[in-house]
């Protein structure tokens, strides 16, 4: 009998294997302690930047039963902070720093990708790391609608083990909004306003040479191919930018959105109508609105509207309302003490709060359980953003239906999906 493999271990633990008679002839002592396979998942972490290096990295690296293996991002000044963060951790020098993220998913010692990159490379570059049998842990959202179902299909088909990084269901603010809401702590539920962070309005720069530690092309990979200019890889400057990303609609909406699809228990579904209007501010380089006006309508007569401003969200219902200001902000509501009221875990019509989205990754992988943020429902939540996005775009209201996942109108689903770039596939790995 051959001796089980390492993810073996991971899937059904040690004592799982010897109950069932396939111990191998021999258990190694690494087998036995604090560093067996079965209690530590591997991680390679792709794009270590402020939010994969500041939020991913340093979450996992908190961790005791996980190990940080190799590091990968196109700028080499990442990568090199990355490893110092790592090594420092691990008091050794052991940490792998890596360019090309094919090289990164073709170890096999790696069971964990780390996705941490621009909106444009989440699903591609997931589906590839699925393709190499890795678990996939993702930062949010999809580029496209299309490229969203593509995603959910390909980790339903596969079993395969994939969370998404986002932390509002985790969030005691947000996860108890949701929850006076489906107990009908208001009332009926009637309507629900969300106002998402205003972002900054970009000039238009010259073309530049691009700096020496970054590998523009691999960092540009399937996006429409365009010069580089000095700020185009800056977080807030990419995000306003159509080919990479969704502005603040998809990048703050992908949270207080997902929080009141919860509440109206839309997160398995969407809207069925939407209407929308956006401000492009010209002359500039943002490509999707700035400010904007989105109004949603759910099946049960639910509306949401969300614009763009100071972040806030609120739930009016026909006994009342809750809400709160800011991010994580004070919870507000017509009478406070509906955040005082306990719920039978019984009978509450929401799931338990879960551990931050990391832990909750780790967890998932050791009970053989879905996380808290699956493919399926990253895929519902940003199809609800570009639902939005492409009303706006069309200037006219249009019916949308959840199931078919279709419009009732020929243009709109044509911009579902976008055509990908196959260039950056023929770069060589250096």
């Given at each position: 009998?051959?001796?089980?493999?390492?993810?073996?271990?991971?899937?059904?633990?040690?004592?799982?294997?010897?109950?069932?008679?396939?111990?191998?002839?021999?258990?190694?002592?690494?087998?036995?302690g604090a560093d067996a396979p079965s209690k530590k998942v591997t991680l390679g972490f792709i794009g270590v930047g402020t939010h994969g290096l500041g939020v991913n990295l340093k979450s996992f690296l908190q961790q005791d039963d996980c190990r940080v293996l190799a590091v990968c991002d196109v700028f080499g000044r990442r990568r090199e902070q990355a490893k110092k963060v790592v090594d420092e951790q691990y008091k050794n020098e052991d940490?792998?720093?890596?360019?090309?993220f094919r090289t990164l998913l073709e170890r096999p010692d790696i069971d964990v990708a780390v996705i941490s990159t621009p909106d444009h490379w989440h699903v591609t570059m997931a589906q590839m790391a699925l393709?190499?049998?890795k678990m996939v842990f993702c930062e949010k959202p999809t580029l496209t609608i299309a490229e969203g179902r593509e995603l959910a299909t390909a980790v339903a088909r596969r079993k395969a083990m994939f969370a998404v990084g986002l932390e509002?269901?985790?969030?005691?603010?947000?996860?108890?909004?949701?929850?006076?809401?489906?107990?009908?702590?208001?009332?009926?539920?009637?309507?629900?306003?969300?106002?998402?962070?205003?972002?900054?309005?970009?000039?238009?720069?010259?073309?530049?040479?691009?700096?020496?530690?970054?590998?523009?092309?691999?960092?540009?990979?399937?996006?429409?191919?365009r010069p580089y200019t000095p700020t185009l890889t800056d977080a807030q400057v990419w995000r306003q930018i159509r080919d990479f990303s969704g502005g603040s609609l998809t990048d703050w909406g992908a949270h207080l959105v997902d929080t009141a699809q919860v509440a109206n228990f839309a997160e398995a579904s969407g809207p069925?109508?939407?209407?929308?209007?956006?401000?492009?501010p010209p002359n500039s380089v943002n490509t999707v609105?700035?400010?904007?006006?989105?109004?949603?309508?759910?099946?049960?007569g639910v509306t949401l509207d969300v614009t763009a401003g100071e972040v806030s969200i609120r739930f009016e219902g026909t006994d009342g309302w809750v809400g709160n200001k800011g991010w994580a902000g004070p919870l507000?509501?017509?009478?406070?003490?509906?955040?005082?009221?306990?719920?039978?875990?019984?009978?509450?019509?929401?799931?338990?709060?879960?551990?931050?989205?990391?832990?909750?990754?780790?967890?998932?992988?050791?009970?053989?359980?879905?996380?808290?943020?699956?493919?399926?429902?990253?895929?519902?939540?940003?199809?609800?953003?570009?639902?939005?996005?492409?009303?706006?775009?069309?200037?006219?209201?249009?019916?949308?239906?959840?199931?078919?996942?279709?419009?009732?109108?020929?243009?709109a689903n044509a911009l579902r999906?976008?055509?990908?770039?196959?260039?950056?596939?023929?770069?060589a790995r250096t």
């Open positions: 009998m051959p001796a089980p493999s390492r993810r073996s271990f991971l899937k059904t633990g040690l004592a799982g294997i010897l109950a069932a008679g396939v111990a191998p002839d021999f258990i190694p002592a690494r087998l036995l940490c792998v720093m890596i360019r090309d393709a190499a049998g509002d269901r985790a969030v005691i603010y947000y996860h108890k909004l949701a929850e006076v809401v489906r107990n009908g702590g208001i009332g009926k539920l009637e309507r629900i306003k969300v106002s998402l962070q205003l972002k900054p309005v970009f000039a238009k720069e010259a073309p530049v040479k691009p700096p020496e530690d970054l590998d523009y092309e691999m960092w540009l990979g399937p996006a429409p191919h069925v109508a939407v209407t929308g209007k956006g401000v492009i609105p700035q400010t904007y006006d989105i109004t949603y309508t759910y099946a049960n507000a509501a017509s009478d406070m003490n509906l955040f005082r009221k306990t719920y039978d875990p019984a009978t509450n019509k929401l799931w338990k709060r879960p551990e931050r989205e990391q832990r909750d990754f780790l967890d998932a992988i050791k009970e053989g359980r879905p996380p808290m943020y699956t493919a399926e429902a990253l895929h519902r939540l940003s199809t609800t953003l570009h639902v939005g996005a492409i009303a706006m775009e069309l200037g006219r209201p249009l019916k949308w239906d959840p199931v078919k996942e279709e419009f009732d109108d020929a243009q999906q976008r055509t990908r770039r196959e260039d950056w596939k023929k770069l």
